[in-house]
């Protein structure tokens, strides 16, 4: 079957660093996606990764190892307004996207 | 980036009436769009594709004739939950697949439409 796994929460300081993982097992890969989702609104894009390596944005950065089945994202110099839920979504062979259940991430100041 | 819009944003409904939800690609055209449920402090669930010009192609345990969905234009497409009861409540949310020159295949989310039924 077709799995994404990624912790269900997590929780760092304001200013500080945070990575959150993501595996995953999919009939086929077209790329992986994070996004971003605040309570009650939908999720708006953050990167997409379909080869090996680091893609940087800013303070948010997205790394994939597809031998691996491994993604992470991480997220510098924390705010606020960054607690939120972070979705990790696999486009399979059908280019369907598989989803993860989602990362809460609570900032602490 | 592309802007995929809903409308309406929020509605209530009584028990058995029909509510359409519209959603629209503003700046590209979407051959493919794709409707989603979110319950609570749950993922997406995929409902439905809809691919324009032809039948939306439903994901198991998704009754067809309970949320009809029509792609009329590579910019639209509408997902119309007929007799809705309150179990359909829920937030509603479409994306469309936009092409970005052949080297990434993103898809772009509307803002929701959060459906109650009384």
């Known amino acids: 079957g077709q799995n994404i796994d990624q912790p269900t929460e997590m929780t760092a300081t304001e200013g500080a660093i945070v990575q959150i993982n993501c595996t995953y097992q999919?009939?086929?890969?077209?790329?992986l996606f994070w996004y971003q989702q605040h309570a009650g609104e939908a999720p708006t894009f953050l990167s997409y990764?379909?080869l090996d390596g680091l893609e940087e944005k800013g303070r948010f950065s997205s790394f994939l190892s597809r031998s691996k089945g491994y993604s992470y994202l991480l997220l510098k110099e924390l705010q606020m307004k960054d607690s939120a839920s972070y979705l990790c979504?696999?486009?399979?062979?059908?280019?369907?996207?598989?989803w993860g259940a989602g990362t809460k991430l609570i900032i602490k100041p | 980036g592309a802007v995929v819009s809903q409308h309406p944003s929020r509605v209530i409904c009584k028990s058995g009436t029909s509510v359409k939800i519209e959603c629209r690609s503003l700046?590209?055209?979407?051959?493919?769009m794709f409707w989603y449920r979110q319950f609570p402090k749950k993922s997406l669930m995929l409902m439905a594709t809809?691919?324009?010009?032809?039948?939306?192609?439903?994901e198991q345990g998704v009754e067809k004739d309970k949320f009809l969905i029509n792609h009329a234009s590579l910019t639209l497409s509408t997902l119309t939950v007929t007799s809705a009861h309150p179990e359909d409540s829920s937030f509603y949310i479409c994306?469309?697949?936009?092409?970005?020159?052949?080297?990434?295949?993103?898809?772009?989310f509307g803002p929701g439409t959060r459906l109650t039924v009384l």
């Open positions: 994306s469309a697949r936009d092409l970005l020159g052949g080297s990434t295949d993103t898809q772009y």
């Open positions: 700046d590209f055209q979407a051959t493919t």
């Open positions: 809809s691919n324009e010009g032809s039948k939306a192609t439903y």
């Open positions: 999919t009939s086929g890969f077209n790329g």
């Open positions: 990764n379909v």
């Open positions: 979504a696999v486009m399979d062979s059908n280019y369907q996207l598989i």
